[in-house]
């Protein structure tokens, strides 16, 4: 099978079985683009997350868009792409030819609760997975923890502040510990 095809159908399979959006989405492309394909590794899959957090668009398109790039330049990319996108578009315009019977259905209206709430674990399974192979450093440790904690005040007292704020935040203290660290480093040898 040709790489092309193999890009289509492997993220037209996680678009067409995966609930969430996007970062219900991570666990699974990693563990197709990882394990099973070996597409990437796991510090390009942690690259590529933070880079499409922070890109314009949704998370998973603009993974998917990477590892088809990063596989076979444009066609690849197209090709991951599109299948990413089909298979919630088709679904997407069926419900919304039969939208008003379709939500009177009281069973349909139980599994997207149920989906809801297994929806929230992949996330945190997906984020443990993440913790777990960061560098054990104290540094990234610390920015981590930083952030949490953030989002966990802004949660609870419900300040409306946008996670790509923490985000670049983090990365202004992350190039300027970087910085620091460099000049320093220079200072001391003379240069």
């Not at 989405?25 to 197709?32: K, L, N, Y």
């Not at 919304?96 to 209206?109: G, N, P, Q, R, T």
Request: include cysteine; glycine fraction near 8%; hydrophobic fraction near 55%.
């Amino acid at each position: 099978m040709s790489i092309v095809l193999d890009l289509f159908l492997t993220f037209a399979k996680i678009g067409l079985f995966t609930f969430g959006g996007g970062y219900a989405m991570v666990a699974i492309i990693e563990d197709s683009c990882v394990r099973k394909k070996r597409w990437l590794t796991h510090d390009e899959m942690m690259d590529v997350t933070v880079i499409a957090e922070s890109t314009p668009g949704p998370i998973a398109i603009n993974c998917a868009t990477y590892v088809g790039y990063k596989q076979k330049g444009l066609a690849g990319a197209v090709a991951a792409t599109v299948g990413m996108v089909l298979p919630s578009f088709c679904i997407i315009f069926v419900i919304s030819v039969f939208l008003d019977d379709f939500l009177e259905i009281k069973w349909i209206a139980h599994a997207f609760a149920g989906v809801k709430a297994a929806v929230g674990i992949i996330i945190l399974d997906a984020g443990l997975k993440m913790v777990r192979k960061m560098q054990n450093k104290p540094f990234p440790r610390g920015i981590m923890i930083c952030s949490f904690a953030a989002m966990l005040v802004i949660d609870v007292l419900a300040l409306r502040v946008s996670t790509i704020i923490l985000m670049l935040i983090a990365a202004a203290v992350s190039l300027s510990v970087f910085l620091v660290r460099h000049w320093a480093g220079k200072e001391g040898t003379g240069r």
